[in-house]
């Protein structure tokens, strides 16, 4: 900052100052802003998040993120959603005044704006639109076009300075920036540089606060492993091959309604992880938090998953055809609304019952003592994988699936609670073990074995085996090893 003052105050010797804008003039990203525009956000933060995940710019190499990020944003909105150059015009005045670098405004307040050329390898459209009606919109502005993206940011700022025709002063033209690293040919070339990390920059991306169905899951309660591992990979195929196979002729709507229905019902389930987190924060010693939880503390998820909840749930009842509906509502005693709309409306209150039932149950959970927590835990469960039945049929062998899962839970959360070691234990063959001895109940109960010629209970098997597998290869194979070895060396 002093540098800056002493180059301004000796404005005679100067011929033009070179103004960065991202993190510069403007406290934030300018391509992030306009991505933050894009309606509806929660739909377009979702879609943003997916094309992160997916990095389609590492097809380029190394150099693919910086080259061709920002073209491939833009150009998948222009696509999707192309109301948003509208949207972004409107509200760009307003984004400016928010992240306006009003101290260096007051440092250039008496240069003439046509001294002054402001680079960017933002877009052009974009700072144009921010600076409208502004005293900088006077100045030259040097950015590319949403195609010539690549080549200008592969060129580098000095090099099209040039290409634009200005005859560069290196001992006596000025460059202000924030970053000695991306523009590294202008700090070398000139002598006057004044490189300047604001401390009120904004450095969060778009969509920074915008609800993200399961984000909370995902990156502040756990990982996106645990996502695809215990949700995807577990709960969800446990319900799906429980209910969903329990039909004799087999409906697929039906496994497409389950999956959309579980799917509403963890996004509400969310909110409890939240809650949770919060209660440990206030009442717990040592609470188990994540980083992200204390970076991410104005993330806000309601009313967004209840809203997000009940469109999964419209397309879950929307999704089941004529058979699936009319068995859902003979469960529901109802099977005289088959076919009208307060059919489909009975079907989603019966959800939306699930659900409501399960938060409260949730609620509890979060605000009995740690003792108490060990018995709440349970009825969570029974929501989770039993709430259903108010809808689906279970056949016996689907019901044995879902109570061996329920004591795997249950029985691993009371160990953990209890100060035991969980990863001692190999849960899922728990749930296998447990699954066997209630088909050995189912055969003697019932005297037949008639459920060997099922082909769910092969499916049930080979999931459960195909899941215990790795688990008990690394927790009691290798488990032994390192104990043979401990104990040799002792």
């Not at 990095?55 to 990020?69: H, I, K, T, V």
């Not at 778009?206 to 990982?223: D, E, G, L, M, S």
């Not at 003592?369 to 016996?396: I, N, Q």
């Amino acid at each position: 900052m002093d540098r800056l003052e002493r180059y301004v105050s000796s404005d005679e010797q100067s011929t033009r100052y070179i103004v960065d804008f991202d993190h510069t003039l403007f406290l934030g990203n300018s391509t992030e802003a306009f991505v933050d525009s894009a309606r509806p956000a929660s739909l377009f933060a979702s879609v943003m998040k997916a094309l992160g995940a997916l990095g389609p710019w590492r097809l380029a190499g190394s150099s693919g993120y910086f080259l061709f990020r920002d073209l491939i944003r833009l150009l998948l909105l222009t696509c999707l959603a192309p109301w948003t150059f509208l949207f972004f015009k409107r509200e760009a005045s307003r984004r400016w005044e928010e992240m306006r670098n009003r101290p260096l405004e007051a440092k250039l307040a008496n240069i003439d704006p046509a001294k002054i050329v402001i680079v960017s390898f933002g877009f052009k459209f974009v700072i144009r639109a921010l600076l409208k009606g502004t005293r900088w919109e006077a100045c030259e502005i040097v950015a590319p076009s949403l195609f010539q993206s690549p080549r200008f940011r592969k060129k580098g700022k000095l090099a099209v300075l040039r290409e634009n025709g200005f005859e560069l002063d290196a001992q006596n033209d000025v460059v202000i920036t924030d970053s000695a690293k991306d523009d590294a040919d202008l700090v070398e070339y000139f002598e006057k540089t004044a490189v300047i990390d604001w401390p009120d920059k904004i450095t969060k991306g778009a969509f920074h606060n915008v609800y993200i169905p399961f984000f909370y899951t995902a990156k502040i309660k756990r990982t996106p492993g645990f996502l695809i591992k215990q949700i995807g990979l577990e709960e969800l195929p446990v319900v799906i091959i429980a209910y969903g196979f329990s039909y004799a002729p087999f409906n697929w709507t039906v496994l497409v309604a389950l999956t959309l229905f579980f799917a509403a019902f963890k996004l509400v389930y969310e909110i409890g992880y939240a809650e949770n987190d919060n209660v440990g924060y206030a009442t717990e010693k040592n609470p188990k938090l994540t980083s992200n939880f204390f970076k991410m503390r104005d993330y806000r998820l309601q009313p967004y998953a209840w809203l997000w909840g009940a469109a999964f749930a419209l397309a879950g009842v929307w999704a089941l055809d004529d058979a699936a509906q009319l068995l859902a509502l003979s469960h529901l005693h109802l099977p005289q609304l088959a076919g009208s709309a307060a059919g489909f409306g009975a079907i989603f209150g019966a959800v939306a019952g699930i659900i409501i039932i399960a938060r409260i149950a949730f609620w509890i959970f979060n605000h009995v003592d740690l003792r108490t927590r060990v018995f709440a835990y349970l009825p969570l469960h029974l929501m989770k994988y039993m709430g259903w039945l108010v809808l689906f049929s279970l056949s016996e062998i689907g019901m044995a699936l879902i109570c061996a899962q329920i004591v795997r839970t249950w029985s691993l959360y009371a160990i953990r609670r209890a100060g035991g070691d969980i990863d001692f234990v190999p849960s899922q063959l728990v749930r296998l073990c447990f699954f066997v001895i209630f088909l050995g109940i189912i055969a003697a109960s019932s005297r037949s074995m008639d459920f060997m010629t099922q082909w769910q209970t092969y499916l049930i098997l080979v999931f459960c085996i195909v899941r215990a597998a790795p688990e008990v290869r690394k927790k009691m194979f290798n488990g032994r090893s390192r104990e043979a070895n401990t104990s040799d060396a002792a």
